[in-house]
Nanobody, 116 residues
Framework: QVQLVESGGGLVQPGGSLRLSCVAS??????MSWYRQAPGKERELVAT???????NYSDFVKGRFTISRGNARNTITLQMNNLKPDDTAMYYC????????????WGQGTQVTVSS
C-alpha cells in the first residue's frame, strides 16, 4: 500500500524559513517532487529530485528553496528560506515508484502560510 506523509508546514513571517519533510512507503521510490497549490490557482511544480539524483527547481524558488533526499531514499525534505507571501499554498509531496512506472502518487498536503 502506497503512503506519502508530509510534515513541517505552518505559519511564518515574510523572510522566515520552514522545512517540509515527506516519507514515502509501499514500493521502491524513484522520482520525488514537491508541488504547491494556492487558492484559486492550479497546482504547480516546486522542485524535483530524480532517481539518479538530478534536481530541478521552478524559477520562482531558485536560490531560496532546497530539495534533498535523506539517508533513506524514500525521504525528502524541502528547505524553504526567505519565504514570501506568494509562497502561501498547500504543499504536496509527489512520488513515483519503480513498480508503478510514471503513475503519480500524492500526499495529503501540508499548509504553508507566509504572513505578517
Amino acid at each position: 500500500q502506497v503512503q506519502l506523509v508530509e510534515s513541517g508546514g505552518g505559519l511564518v513571517q515574510p523572510g522566515g524559513s520552514l522545512r517540509l519533510s515527506c516519507v514515502a512507503s509501499g514500493f521502491t521510490v524513484s522520482d520525488m517532487s514537491w508541488y504547491r497549490q494556492a487558492p484559486g490557482k492550479e497546482r504547480e511544480l516546486v522542485a524535483t529530485i530524480r532517481d539518479g539524483g538530478r534536481i530541478n527547481y521552478s524559477d520562482f524558488v531558485k536560490g531560496r528553496f532546497t530539495i534533498s533526499r535523506g539517508n533513506a531514499r524514500n525521504t525528502i525534505t524541502l528547505q524553504m528560506n526567505n519565504l514570501k507571501p506568494d509562497d502561501t499554498a498547500m504543499y504536496y509531496c509527489n512520488a513515483r515508484f519503480l513498480e508503478w512506472g510514471t503513475r503519480d502518487w500524492w500526499g495529503q498536503g501540508t499548509q504553508v502560510t507566509v504572513s505578517s
